[in-house]
């Protein structure tokens, strides 16, 4: 059979079975009554509260969302710890590396790693009082002795040694209360026990309570060293062998595996075992090398987690807060903040922890801010990471530096003192904000017409605006965006500048086409000259910081522009006048040589628009020529044109007067321009030279 038969079949199936089911729900409806037909919704209990609270697929469940906020409250409980350090640190890759700091932050992990177990122990012994049997006395080695009435049944306490103390098996009794973080409190229960073994240890139990270290003497060290080393064959209680170890830091490549079960407890066996001191100078090469091979320091430590176990071995991406806390607590801060930033979820925490660690001077910085977000330099020990908490905090503010600029800016406040390519980091990051929004007058606040400043964000953080002003100002400048650099100049009190790129940007478009009526507004002519009327007006009411040759180029250019309009809107006797007031161009025989003398004192921009001057002062001049005559001439004139009345000579003397007085102006326009110390244009020259001869 083919597959098109079966198919075929299948289908035919289908259909017959499909005719059943209708025949059968077409004969429910047979001889019902009306009654059975109706419809009507009848009220129920709501199932919404029910399923707002149900587990799904989508979301987490309540335990879940509560085994997460656990888990964050944690990671913030170490970072607070970590940032206790009893002493001022230098954010500096020297000052993370001086044994002394290594041993605090070792220290404050340690006891981070104390104080949660201790909260352990609490919650196990309430969640079992009967069994644990607590009593009413208060104190840690209550608490421990209960804890082992629930963790070590007796049945598990065949191959312990040396007895009890308190009721409980002494080594496990003084091992918990060191987990705990009391070596005051193992050395008061392990005094009721007489054993040889026992009390060899209570000095020293005594003296790592009072060591500031929180290791002992190389002398009491040593001793202890030797009795383990005589009778390790022979201990077979795990905790007492793990009590030797950890108090003469001793077997450091033993894991204790049969008492040490979970990530806490590893990380806090190694880092007692860890050797921030430098080894002692006093020791021989062959004691030295002898020494070191027992002892592990920090950063072999470091290495191990880092990069013999790493991120696979954690099973980081499933449980990244526990990975991140490995990294933090074995002094990684800046491998474990990377590692949390790749996660987009927990990549707030992650800034937030690199923040706090950085206001601690706990974080080591690359020194270019375009170092990768991960790195090392050349000089730094092996292992030894620095974080580009600049890029960091960039990457999390862009998905809101849009829509939360306030926000931004106080995250960017954490680098003022961070140092850039020319400014602190602050500034150059809200010059950054500033150029990518264009929020000028959100972020920098605004000019009003009677010379105040409009407060801006940026002014509630107490840093200098005129000088963040003037650093986005240059970089608009460079962009060529001078628009905003001429606003930006002019809120930083930077007239001058100010004023040169406005004149600079007013050559550019003064002789333009205004827009019509009928066009859109907006264009950039329009906006230059409202940008300019609008600061010279505020210049000469509220004064200003400007040269005086800079104001009066604006003031020229003004009037140029003034001019310009008049001609483009084709009032050409207006517009000689503006031209006559402005002393720039001879426009009689006389005023020639006055004018070719006093053009040096006109600045570069004025010079600039010269040309464009020239050949609208000689077009105006040649339309008005042509105005008499067509006015004489024009079809609306009340006398015609064959009419023998009028005669060639009558003409003539009729135009005569207005049209010698514009020969002349016409003539002094061409000479000015030869003799003006400005290469002109050949197009330019042509074309002043043509309309001259058309006139004359």
């Given at each position: 059979m083919t597959h098109t038969e079966v198919e075929r079949l299948f289908w035919e199936q289908q259909k017959a079975e499909w005719e059943q089911a209708k025949q059968k729900f077409m004969s429910c409806f047979a001889n019902i009554n009306a009654e059975a037909l109706n419809f009507t919704p009848q009220p129920q209990e709501s199932l919404v509260h029910s399923m707002s609270f149900s587990k799904g697929s989508g979301v987490l469940s309540i335990e879940e969302a509560a085994y997460a906020k656990t888990n964050i409250i944690d990671l913030w409980a170490l970072v607070c710890s970590i940032v206790e350090v009893p002493i001022s640190v230098v954010g500096n890759a020297k000052s993370r590396t001086l044994s002394k700091v290594q041993a605090i932050l070792v220290r404050q992990a340690k006891a981070h790693l104390e104080k949660s177990y201790e909260r352990h122990m609490r919650q196990l012994v309430f969640s079992h009082l009967e069994k644990a049997t607590l009593g009413g006395v208060p104190g840690l080695v209550p608490l421990v002795k209960a804890y082992l009435s629930v963790l070590l049944p007796p049945q598990s306490q065949a191959h312990l040694e040396d007895g009890e103390a308190k009721g409980v098996p002494v080594w496990p009794l003084i091992f918990y209360c060191l987990r705990a973080g009391g070596p005051k409190a193992a050395a008061l229960a392990a005094?009721?026990?007489?054993n040889?073994?026992?009390a060899e240890i209570v000095p020293a139990l005594e003296a790592l309570e009072k060591s500031e270290s929180g290791r002992l003497s190389i002398d009491l060290e040593k001793k202890l060293k030797l009795s383990y080393k005589r009778n390790a064959k022979s201990i077979t209680d795990p905790f007492k062998r793990t009590v030797y170890c950890l108090l003469c830091r001793c077997d450091v490549d033993d894991?204790?595996?049969?008492?040490?079960?979970?990530?806490?407890d590893y990380l806090w066996l190694k880092l007692s075992l860890v050797e921030c001191e430098n080894i002692s100078p006093h020791l021989t090469p062959s004691n030295q090398k002898r020494t070191m091979d027992d002892v592990l320091t920090l950063s072999q430590f470091q290495n191990l987690l880092y990069k013999?176990?790493?991120?696979?071995?954690?099973?980081?991406?499933?449980q990244p807060l526990l990975y991140m806390s490995v990294l933090l607590l074995s002094c990684q801060f800046e491998a474990g903040i990377e590692f949390l930033?790749?996660?987009?979820?927990?990549?707030?925490?992650?800034?937030?922890?690199?923040?706090?660690?950085?206001?601690?001077?706990?974080?080591v910085l690359p020194s270019q801010t375009s170092a990768p977000l991960l790195s090392n330099e050349e000089g730094d020990v092996e292992g030894f990471y620095r974080l580009n908490l600049v890029q960091l905090v960039k990457l999390y503010v862009k998905k809101f530096e849009i829509t939360n600029l306030?926000?931004?800016?106080?995250?960017?406040?954490?680098?003022?003192?961070?140092?850039?390519?020319?400014?602190?980091?602050?500034?150059?990051?809200?010059?950054?904000?500033v150029l990518q929004t264009r929020e000028f007058d959100t972020l920098l606040g605004m000019l009003n017409t009677d010379g105040s400043r409009t407060p801006g964000l940026v002014d509630k953080f107490k840093v200098d605006?005129?000088?963040?002003?003037?650093?986005?100002?240059?970089?608009?400048e460079k962009k060529g965006l001078h628009e905003d650099a001429i606003k930006l100049y002019d809120l930083a009190k930077n007239h001058e500048k100010a004023l040169t790129l406005l004149n600079q940007l007013m050559s550019q478009v003064v002789h333009q086409r205004g827009q019509s009526e009928m066009s859109s507004h907006g264009s950039k002519r329009e906006r230059v000259m409202e940008m300019a009327t609008a600061i010279a007006l505020r210049f000469k009411t509220h004064g200003h910081n400007a040269t005086a040759p800079s104001i009066a180029t604006l003031h020229v250019l003004l009037d140029m522009a003034t001019f310009f309009d008049l001609y483009h809107q084709e009032r050409f006797s207006e517009a000689v006048k503006i031209l006559k007031r402005l002393k720039i161009v001879a426009l009689a025989k006389d005023e020639v040589e006055s004018r070719v003398t006093s053009m040096p004192s006109f600045g570069l921009e004025v010079k600039t628009v010269l040309p464009h001057v020239l050949l609208a002062a000689m077009t105006s001049t040649y339309r008005l020529y042509q105005a008499p005559s067509q006015n004489l001439f024009s079809p609306l004139s009340s006398t015609p044109v064959s009419s023998?009345?009028?005669?060639?000579?009558?003409?003539?003397?009729?135009?005569?007067?207005?049209?010698?007085?514009?020969?002349?102006q016409a003539r002094a326009i061409v000479t000015f321009a030869g003799m003006i110390p400005l290469r002109l244009n050949a197009d330019v020259n042509a074309r002043l030279v043509q309309l001259e001869a058309l006139i004359n």
């Open positions: 005094q009721e026990n007489s040889p073994s026992v894991d204790h595996s049969d008492i040490i079960a979970t990530t806490d013999k176990y790493g991120e696979k071995h954690f099973n980081a991406w499933q930033s790749r996660i987009e979820r927990l990549r707030c925490h992650a800034v937030h922890v690199a923040l706090a660690l950085h206001e601690s001077n706990l974080l306030n926000e931004v800016l106080h995250y960017y406040y954490f680098l003022r003192n961070l140092k850039g390519c020319s400014q602190n980091m602050f500034t150059e990051c809200v010059s950054e904000l605006v005129c000088e963040i002003a003037e650093v986005v100002a240059k970089d608009s023998p009345a009028i005669s060639v000579l009558n003409m003539s003397s009729q135009m005569l007067p207005a049209t010698k007085h514009l020969k002349e």
